[in-house]
């Protein structure tokens, strides 16, 4: 009673359509961001973002739909570690930032320091060190730096760190 809010006042205004009155057309990867954004503020507290990709990262678009106010003809892929999409032609990037993220998450746990290669400026990441440990399958054909920001991973290069 006091202060406590009707569950219904408490929803967010959610657009509502079924996928059947949607129509399907061509959705530019621009357009897939601005609804996720538009998706991500709507979403209730302690929902995550990772709910809209598919176990194959793919963007579920009937979460997604009502946001873009169509059915997108093309398929686009996001990353579950870092939240970037990709286009089909791209697809394998997606799925190559979750396993080397996960594997430096796994990395930094067991050995407290990052696995990057010595004295590297970029943070470039060091896939032997991650074999060695048993933590990747394969290497990717893509190069992986270690941001400052929370150690996420991206494909590309940043400056040289000024202190080395």
């Not at 996720?36 to 990709?53: A, K, W």
């Not at 398929?75 to 979750?98: G, H, P, R």
């Amino acid at each position: 009673m006091w202060g406590r809010k009707k569950r219904n006042d408490k929803k967010k205004n959610t657009p509502q359509a079924s996928k059947k009155d949607l129509p399907k057309r061509d959705v530019s990867i621009f357009e897939i961001r601005q609804a996720i954004q538009r998706f991500t503020s709507h979403l209730p507290d302690g929902v995550e973002l990772q709910t809209i990709i598919n176990e194959d990262n793919t963007i579920n678009y009937e979460l997604l739909s009502p946001f873009l106010e169509a059915i997108p003809n093309e398929t686009y892929y996001m990353s579950k570690e870092t939240y970037e999409v990709f286009e089909e032609k791209d697809k394998q990037l997606a799925f190559d930032l979750d396993h080397i993220q996960q594997a430096i998450d796994k990395y930094m746990k067991q050995t407290k320091e990052l696995p990057i290669i010595d004295g590297d400026p970029y943070n470039k990441v060091n896939y032997f060190k991650l074999e060695r440990l048993g933590l990747i399958t394969y290497r990717p054909n893509y190069t992986f730096y270690i941001t400052d920001d929370e150690f996420l991973i991206t494909y590309e290069a940043p400056f040289p760190k000024k202190d080395q």
